[in-house]
């Protein structure tokens, strides 16, 4: 089992930044990558951004050149770093431990993001 704990998130005006984090405990050997979803309300959750244990990087088009994602690996944590928010951020965004496919295996409690105009 792996558990994972998310922090950051919050309120931001149109244009501003916010970080996410997710931290990794339990049986880390048994993920793949980490991986960063959101989910506004009546959409389906979508997959923002993820990186894989071998340093490979997944951006969706609609945050390229705006979101990174990273990670310590002494820390077992993954971060996001969001710039340049738009309104059509807000979401409830969610971290992702997969094991073998992206959305597979294992998900934080999410952590809302409001981007007001």
């Known amino acids: 089992q792996v558990q994972l704990v998310e922090s950051g998130g919050g309120l931001v005006r149109s244009g501003g930044s916010l970080g996410l984090s997710c931290t990794a405990s339990g049986d880390i050997a048994s993920i793949t990558g980490m991986a960063w979803y959101r989910q506004a309300p009546g959409k389906e959750r979508e997959l923002v951004a993820a990186?894989?244990?071998?340093?490979?990087?997944y951006y969706a088009n609609s945050v390229k050149g705006r979101f990174t994602i990273s990670r310590d690996t002494a820390k077992n944590t993954a971060y996001l770093q969001m710039n340049t928010l738009k309104p059509e951020d807000t979401a409830v965004y969610y971290c992702?431990?997969?094991?073998?496919?992206w959305g597979s295996g294992y998900w934080g409690q999410g952590t809302q993001v409001t981007v007001s105009s």
């Open positions: 992702n431990a997969p094991r073998g496919t």
């Open positions: 990186l894989s244990r071998g340093g490979a990087t």
